[in-house]
């Protein structure tokens, strides 16, 4: 089992930047691939990010390549995504996930979820 908890987000102008901040635990939960999704209001949850168990390897959506960073520390049990240049779009709760490996883009192949925090960026 792998518990993850997401914090971090808030409201910030268009421009600006957050860093969101996913806890993880479970004896196993670094040896998992991590993710990023973000559901924005009638829409379905999109990808965001991916990064490989130990780090080395990060994969973006189109939408946030070079705003967006995807990170570990496995000795902190962390995950985190730092986002920059926020645009009014990046509205949405974001969540972590789990998959077993690395290089998925699809919801269905994550198997651990957190509950979700909001970002609300205004223009």
């Known amino acids: 089992q792998v518990q993850l908890v997401e914090s971090g987000g808030g409201l910030v102008q268009a421009g600006g930047s957050l860093r969101l901040s996913c806890a993880a635990s479970?004896?196993?939960?670094?040896?998992?691939?991590m993710g990023w999704f973000r559901q924005a209001p009638g829409k379905e949850r999109e990808f965001v990010a991916t990064?490989?168990?130990?780090?080395?390897?990060?994969y973006y959506a189109d939408s946030v390549k070079g705003r967006f960073t995807i990170s570990r520390d496995n000795a902190k049990n962390m995950v985190y995504l730092q986002m920059n240049s926020l645009k009014p779009e990046d509205t949405a709760v974001y969540y972590c996930?789990?998959?077993?490996?690395?290089?998925?883009?699809?919801?269905?192949?994550?198997?651990?979820w957190g509950q979700g925090t909001q970002v609300t960026v205004s223009s």
């Open positions: 990064v490989n168990w130990s780090g080395i390897r990060t």
């Open positions: 996930a789990a998959v077993s490996k690395y290089g998925s883009t699809s919801k269905d192949e994550y198997r651990y």
């Open positions: 479970g004896r196993t939960w670094s040896s998992y691939a």
